[in-house]
């Protein structure tokens, strides 16, 4: 069992940023790939960023490229996600999952484990 615990959320104006961590505890952390996904009310769960435990591997959904930046520290057995430039729409909770491999997927079938999530409000 892997257990993830996100923190950092929070209510930003537009254009603001924040970083968010996620912390894992249990089996090994450093083997998998992790991903960053959220979801809005009413709306489907989406991919926003993944890495693999080889961090020269990174994918981000096209809508944060540029403005997102996915990290790991493994001796932390921490991932983190800085958002930059943040959108209204882009309110939603935010969780963090973790593979059942070493592959940077976008789809949450792929990922093993999921953090209860936080949520991220950003206001216009």
């Known amino acids: 069992q892997l257990q993830l615990v996100e923190s950092g959320g929070g209510l930003l104006q537009a254009g603001g940023s924040l970083r968010l961590s996620c912390a894992a505890s249990?089996?090994?952390?450093?083997?998998?790939?992790m991903g960053w996904f959220r979801q809005a009310p009413g709306k489907e769960r989406e991919f926003v960023a993944a890495?693999?435990?080889?961090?020269?591997?990174?994918y981000y959904a096209n809508s944060v490229k540029g403005r997102f930046t996915i990290s790991r520290v493994n001796a932390k057995n921490t991932v983190y996600l800085q958002m930059n430039s943040q959108k209204p729409e882009e309110t939603a909770v935010y969780y963090c999952?973790?593979?059942?491999?070493?592959?940077?997927?976008?789809?949450?079938?792929?990922?093993?484990?999921w953090g209860q999530g936080t949520q991220v409000t950003v206001s216009a």
């Open positions: 890495i693999s435990w080889i961090v020269s591997r990174i």
């Open positions: 999952a973790a593979a059942f491999g070493d592959s940077e997927t976008q789809f949450p079938y792929d990922y093993a484990y």
């Open positions: 249990g089996r090994t952390f450093s083997t998998v790939a």
